[in-house]
């Protein structure tokens, strides 16, 4: 969902020295919000490449084009989060404190709600 280029952008990495660890830490956030999200790996891999036609199928519910960009921008956003923290606490990441902001920024996707 998150490219090396978008996450080195967001990292404000200019080098590629670390392209290798950016990407194991943005499949690392990747992986963190799914499981978080509740997202079984078709359903994450069904909006990580939601083109934008019709709807899809989340825990035996239609989502509408709507609910499903909602769902992706927050999925997003989560990511870039989890990856900013991850990369700032590669060395004393404190992965519970993580694990409870993940939780309340992606609730409404864990709970069902979207």
Known sequence: MITLDEAK???R???YFEDDLILSLVASAEALCSDIARLSADEWNAVSNYSGTGGLIIRSEEKTHAEILQIKDLLHVAILYALG???EHREEADHH???ITLRNLLASVREGVL
């Open 97 to 99: 404190d993580l694990s």
């Open 9 to 11: 952008l967001y990292l």
């Open 13 to 15: 990495v200019d080098s």
């Open 85 to 87: 923290y991850l990369y």
